[in-house]
């Protein structure tokens, strides 16, 4: 049986129109790309014929920004001597859209034409079906060939585990190990944050038994944060975390009590899971520790009450995440920002425990879904990134592919909380978190001969943040 083929590839170049432009507001065309992901049922065959299918976003300015695209890819270098694509989109008008390109390939230029797309524009349906909008020609750049090789998978995808799986309890009463669900999520209406921590200890000391606690911290706009702890409890028998009538959190709900705050919430939606960390990190247990987002853009709605003031929420955008590992990193950085419309941006970077490993730099893990399309296309791509972690300021940033990122991300004294943390061996660590943070996050893109903003976003008291520390 053929072995599938997977990668994902970025293209740049420009457009022009054919015509008058097709949004009549005299738009003369400019830069044109795409990002996708190829999904074959076999390997390339160099001297056969492979058909496959392309999900991704597709962008041209004064065309479409940042559009969902699908379509199909045929390649053939050898038999049909060409490489095409076509990718179907809604311009930013309404239209339907639809771009068809090959690559045609020729043996006696082979680095210029298998790098070179030239296609056209055209409406897909409807009564002007078949209409040319405009040209474009895209190209793909040598060095954005590391990237491509990154993405490169073969054999069938691993069952993808639903959110509602991946809220169930990972310990299996093994000594030393430290297990994390945890939510946060703003009130549009009042700009209030919020922070729900559930956490599992189980000791190194095998003699000690486990426990479960955690805290709830809310960041009200008009005034200080305040923090409520409950626990410690013996774990609970329910599949996720359990700490009895003090507190639970499975896939779908939040319900629990915590100094004066009190809180009975359903979690909604939230699209598919963020892997800030490769997904066989948190299969296999192959790194000290491990992040997910199994539910990055939710909404959650419920009460929330603090003293004698109760938030009703309907809608408050957030995030459901888990950690799972040996204890907490020798310090670290998170970001969760909601940038709209199902975007998100996550970002932990982290220094491991681990002897040797405490003594290099931070790590992130910078993970950007755009209209779907995650970017980095692996989280394998964390050494392209780099982290400068401090209070109240840090920032992160680095280039992958045809894309690069500058992220800075302000913590107010006034807005944040300090907790203590402790590892299952006993260590302490602290964390100083705001879900009142402010984010400024600039995305560009390569254009030939220059850098285009793809986009960016300046949040004030909605990103979620924090910056955590050893004594």
């Known amino acids: 049986m053929p072995t599938p083929m997977r990668f994902a590839e970025s293209m740049e170049g420009s457009w022009h129109p054919v015509g008058p432009p097709a949004s009549g507001d005299g738009v003369a065309g400019g830069p044109f790309g795409f990002d996708v992901a190829v999904e074959l049922p076999r390997p390339v065959r160099p001297f056969g014929t492979v058909s496959g299918t392309l999900t991704g976003t597709i962008h041209g300015r004064g065309l479409a920004e940042r559009a969902r695209a699908t379509g199909t890819i045929e390649i053939s270098p050898v038999e049909h001597r060409r490489v095409r694509y076509i990718l179907d989109f809604t311009g930013d008008d309404g239209t339907p859209l639809r771009f068809d390109g090959w690559k045609s390939i020729r043996w006696s230029h082979i680095a210029s034409t298998w790098t070179t797309l030239p296609g056209t524009v055209t409406v897909a349906s409807g009564p002007a079906a078949g209409t040319a909008v405009g040209t474009a020609t895209a190209w793909f750049a040598w060095r954005d060939a590391p990237a491509l090789a990154a993405s490169v998978r073969l054999g069938t995808r691993r069952p993808v585990p639903a959110g509602a799986d991946l809220a169930d309890r990972r310990w299996d009463g093994r000594p030393g190990r430290l297990e994390v669900w945890y939510d946060t999520f703003t009130d549009p209406g009042s700009g209030t944050g919020f922070w729900l921590h559930h956490e599992l200890v189980s000791p190194t000391d095998p003699g000690r038994p486990a426990e479960v606690h955690g805290w709830a911290c809310a960041f009200p706009a008009d005034g200080e944060p305040v923090v409520g702890r409950f626990g410690p409890e013996r774990p609970g028998p329910g599949p996720a975390f359990d700490a009895g009538e003090v507190a639970t959190a499975d896939h779908a709900t939040r319900r629990g009590t915590a100094g004066s705050l009190r809180w009975d919430l359903q979690v909604d939606g939230g699209g598919p899971t963020l892997w800030t960390f490769p997904s066989a990190t948190w299969r296999r247990e192959l790194l000290p520790g491990a992040q997910i987002v199994p539910r990055p853009a939710a909404t959650y709605r419920g009460t929330v009450t603090v003293g004698d003031r109760t938030y009703e929420l ?36 982290a220094v491991s425990r681990r002897p040797g490993l405490d003594r290099l730099p931070p790590l992130p893990m910078v993970r950007l879904r755009l209209g779907g399309h995650d970017w980095p296309a692996s989280p394998w791509a964390a050494p392209a990134f780099r982290a400068r972690l401090d209070l109240p300021t840090w920032t992160v940033s680095g280039r992958w592919g045809r894309r690069r990122i500058r992220v800075t991300v302000t913590q107010p004294d006034e807005r944040c909380v300090r907790m203590d943390y402790r590892d299952p061996d006993g260590a302490t660590a602290t964390c100083v978190n705001s879900e009142r943070s402010d984010a400024h996050v600039l995305v560009e893109r390569r254009v030939p001969g220059a850098w285009a903003v793809e986009g960016e976003w300046d949040l004030r008291g909605t990103a979620h943040a924090e910056i955590g520390t050893r004594p």
């Open 314 to 349: 309907t809608g408050a955008p957030g995030a459901a995440a888990r950690i799972y590992g040996h204890g907490n990193a020798e310090r670290w950085g998170w970001l969760h920002a909601d940038l709209g419309g199902g975007d998100v941006l996550e970002i932990v970077a």
